[in-house]
């Protein structure tokens, strides 16, 4: 495989974790009080990791599959990227159990793998 195609795929997984982190400071005042209500940010943090990861995504695919099997790849390893680093960062900081972080927030992060599996068969079938 391309090495400089594995250093995107790992620097964009990467990105797919600490734009939506970073973002996520804007709704928080400095004692960790949310400043808007629970639901409204999980739904803000959807959205903004969802639009972060399909830009990604079209940045990967947008002159076709960069490895074979891309799809599969590119998503599990996107989605070991958010899950280590959440478990790395965010379980410290907010001391989530590990079985409320999954119910939370970690499944939601099978999304990734859903979208880079569907934009890599949407890629195959351009070239087709």
Known sequence: MKKKAWIRILLFGLMTWLVPFLISFMFYKPGGELVVSLGLFKTIMILVGA?????????IYKNGPPIPRA?????????????VLDLAVLLPLTHMSLAA???????????????????DKLAVAQMR
């Open 101 to 119: 972080y999954w119910s939370d927030i970690g499944l939601r992060y099978l999304l990734i793998p859903m979208m880079s599996i569907t934009l």
């Open 71 to 83: 799809g599969v790849i590119v998503g599990a390893v996107w989605f070991g990227i958010n899950v």
């Open 51 to 59: 639009a972060t990861g399909l830009y990604l995504l079209y940045q």
